[in-house]
Each structure stands twice: as structure tokens, then as C-alpha cells.
């Protein structure tokens, strides 16, 4: 588990890293890339500060969000779908 600075940005940066693999090799690049790198570096910050520690957790939501970005840019602004929060039930005890 992350116990410092240094060891939370490597892990992040290998959760960033995961996650950004699964999504391009998966072919579902539907969001502009720099956007997307933005996001995805965005949400993993942020569940890292709501005490998200775990990389396989990190990686995980991470490429949920990405896919995410791609259903909202395509969807209807008439659907009103309900959010899922994704990481909530990840977090590290």
C-alpha cells in the first residue's frame, strides 16, 4: 500500500498507464485523446484522494470513466440516464 508521496504517484501513474492500455487496445476511441488523458488523469487523482490506494481498483475505474466519456459525448441531450458512481464500493479499507 502507498505510504508516501512518491510510492502514490508511481501507483497512480501505473493505474493511469493500465488503464489507458485497456482502453486503446479495446478500440473505443470515441473521445478526442488529449481530453481523454486529461479525464483519466482528473479521476484517478480524485479517487485517490477519496482514499482509493489500490492500482488493480484505480485501473478499474479509470477505464470505466474513460468508457463513460465516450457514452456521454454520443448520448441524446433529451436522455436523462441515471449516474453511476464507479469506485464507490472499491473503496480501500
Do not use: C
Amino acid at each position: 500500500m502507498p505510504n508516501d508521496d512518491q510510492d502514490i504517484r508511481r501507483s497512480l501513474a501505473r493505474a493511469f498507464d493500465r488503464a489507458w492500455d485497456d482502453y486503446y487496445r479495446s478500440g473505443r476511441r470515441s473521445v478526442n485523446q488529449d481530453v481523454a488523458r486529461t479525464e483519466l488523469a482528473r479521476r484517478l487523482v480524485q479517487l485517490s484522494k477519496e482514499g482509493i490506494s489500490n492500482e488493480e481498483h484505480l485501473a478499474i475505474a479509470g477505464l470505466s470513466h474513460l468508457n463513460q466519456l465516450g457514452v456521454k459525448k454520443n448520448q441524446s441531450p433529451s436522455l436523462n440516464l441515471p449516474r453511476t458512481v464507479e469506485g464507490a464500493a472499491l473503496k480501500d479499507s
